[in-house]
């Protein structure tokens, strides 16, 4: 038990704490740091950039967490009604979840090509002309989501799979004699019995949105004209590009006590039916 402890104060408490104070110090990597108080928290009030940020995530995740639910159970929901299938259906679904972001984020970058990309393409098919996405500022970020989507879905998928099974067939069986149809189950047996496991998956797909990074830097570098800038990516070019380590420290707390309260009020929201 000491052990786990002792890990857990060295790779977190300790660092959040170094973090912390660090927040309220000039910190420039290369020279001495100076207490400065509050200003660096100050500073975030002043600074548009912090603002076209924090509304670019806010963007994502309203973007991102009811799409990655949807899909997540959408998914769940088909793999599960066919057994025969789900093993290998989980296993290509699940491949993208432990592949590279650079990986990942490569192959979207030629998928996503708006001259030659296979998503213009197929949109061709169907006689409609795809956009710029990466490098249109009103899909860039659209088109971010999507690959967020795609890449991570699985694990939500695994979760909501192991929800299902856990559903006593005697209650579908007892719709089934009632004259319930798949809608009626789905509404009536599925769902509420899945409350807990939504709770899980929203609230981890919220905490991700919050922190998302990978793909914004790798895919736009936060652009077209700032449209993908993130908290995180602005943390990053604060602390790595501009050397204000304090600063971007200052930022960070500042997303943690966001993810907080968002993880709190959907605590209270989601998990109202848990109790």
Request: no cysteine; glycine share 8%.
């Amino acid at each position: 038990m000491a052990l786990p402890i002792a890990l857990f104060a060295i790779f977190v408490v300790i660092p959040a704490g170094m973090a912390l104070v660090m927040s309220f110090t000039s910190y420039s990597v290369i020279g001495d740091s100076h207490w400065v108080g509050l200003d660096n928290y100050r500073r975030l009030f002043l600074d548009p950039y912090f603002f076209i940020a924090l509304r670019n995530t806010a963007y994502y995740t309203l973007l991102f967490v009811p799409l990655g639910i949807l899909v997540a159970l959408a998914t769940a929901l088909l793999l599960h009604r066919n057994v025969r299938v789900s093993t290998l259906f989980r296993t290509f679904f699940y491949v993208p979840v432990v592949s590279s972001t650079v990986a990942t984020a490569t192959i979207w970058l030629w998928l996503l090509n708006p001259q030659f990309g296979m998503v213009n393409v197929a949109l061709g098919w169907f006689g409609i002309d795809g956009p710029a996405w990466l490098y249109d500022s009103n899909w860039a970020m659209p088109a971010i989501v999507i690959m967020s989507v795609w890449a991570g879905f699985g694990t939500n998928m695994m979760i909501y799979l192991g929800g299902l099974q856990g559903i006593p067939s005697q209650l579908y069986e007892a719709a089934r004699i009632d004259g319930a149809g798949w809608w009626q189950q789905l509404r009536y047996i599925v769902m509420p019995s899945l409350s807990r496991t939504t709770f899980l998956v929203s609230t981890l797909l919220v905490i991700g949105a919050f922190q998302v990074f990978d793909q914004a830097y790798v895919l736009t570098k936060g652009g077209p004209g700032n449209s993908t800038i993130t908290l995180v990516y602005y943390i990053y070019t604060q602390g790595f590009g501009n050397l204000e380590m304090g600063y971007a420290s200052a930022i960070s707390f500042v997303l943690f006590a966001i993810i907080a309260v968002f993880a709190v009020i959907n605590a209270r929201v989601t998990g109202r039916d848990n109790s």
